[in-house]
């Protein structure tokens, strides 16, 4: 039995069977019809037969899995544009920071623990400031970086992992419930377009607040599902056709879950995004368009209203 991730309820209503070019399996995208909630479901054998489900075949493209495993390895952003992005939400992070008085709050903490001398905590944890979970190509702690801002990291792909390794940024492959056992917690914590891959949103927010400090920041971005572009595109939006894509958020279901895990309504506010910028390299590659090694790689900005930006305060 389907059932909705966010309410749990069973009454659904199916808005696009989904055609998976790497895969035998079927894909469907549901719509709960009690918080209008919109999830994709890979569906078992079972739920194929309960369903009534005709499945041709079970031979798996291997030419399209290879064409999408070099999407996944491109670099798909315009370094310096995507630079200006993340600058923006350092700018948001700072300024939220500085009227909270939390950066403050944060060092009278730790002049009283060495005043204690508790020699025996690590009070690296404090000085930990911002946690950035799924960190990608970097883009963000490349930024944090350069603004000398303490941070971590966290990603678990592996490639991608050793390479920010490699540059010599605060990367590491750990989860959100060793770092709650290692009790650590951060004035600031970023999920840029991660929500849209967890299949149990309100566990994973629960554990985000939980490592979220008092008066601190949560900012997320997610593809924005009640865009004009997927209304015109339909089934065929590129969102809903990566594979590991599980949620698909509107304004209204992402506060929902928000709530859910425990936020309070009154400090979650849910904007448009701020439009990034692809290379049309990685544009044609994604389309399977691309055959040629050499392109003009011009840049091409995202849909304007694409995207989703929440901003909620921990208290």
């Not at 700072?94 to 008085?101: A, E, P, S, Y």
């Amino acid at each position: 039995m389907i059932k909705c991730p966010l309410c749990q309820q069973t009454k659904l209503k199916t808005l696009y069977p989904l055609n998976d070019k790497t895969s035998s399996q079927k894909k469907k995208i549901f719509q709960c019809q009690n918080d209008n909630l919109v999830f994709a479901k890979t569906l078992t054998s079972k739920e194929k037969k309960e369903g009534k489900e005709k499945v041709k075949g079970n031979e798996i493209n291997k030419e399209a899995e290879k064409e999408q495993e070099k999407v996944k390895d491109l670099y798909p952003y315009h370094p310096l544009l995507i630079k200006t992005y993340f600058n923006n939400k350092l700018t948001t992070i700072n300024t939220h920071l500085i009227q909270t008085n939390i950066t403050k709050d944060c060092q009278n903490k730790k002049g009283n623990q060495k005043k204690n001398k508790s020699k025996n905590k690590d009070n690296s944890k404090q000085t930990l400031k911002v946690l950035d979970i799924g960190s990608g190509w970097g883009d963000f702690l490349k930024v944090l970086e350069a603004a000398k801002t303490p941070y971590l990291g966290l990603e678990n792909d592996r490639q991608k992992l050793k390479k920010l390794q490699q540059q010599g940024l605060n990367c590491q492959d750990k989860t959100l419930t060793q770092l709650i056992k290692e009790k650590q917690t951060f004035a600031a914590i970023t999920c840029f377009q991660v929500v849209e891959h967890i299949k149990n949103p309100v566990s994973f927010l629960k554990e985000v607040k939980q490592l979220l400090k008092e008066k601190g920041i949560l900012i997320l971005t997610t593809p924005n599902h009640n865009s004009p572009l997927r209304k015109l595109k339909k089934a065929k939006w590129s969102v809903y056709n990566y594979p590991d894509h599980h949620l698909f958020f509107s304004k209204e279901t992402l506060k929902q879950t928000l709530i859910k895990a425990g936020f309070k309504e009154k400090n979650i506010i849910v904007k448009l995004d701020q439009p990034r910028f692809f290379s049309l390299n990685y544009i044609l590659k994604r389309l399977g368009k691309l055959e040629r090694k050499k392109v003009i790689n011009l840049t091409i900005p995202t849909d304007p209203f694409g995207d989703l930006s929440a901003m909620i305060t921990n208290s």
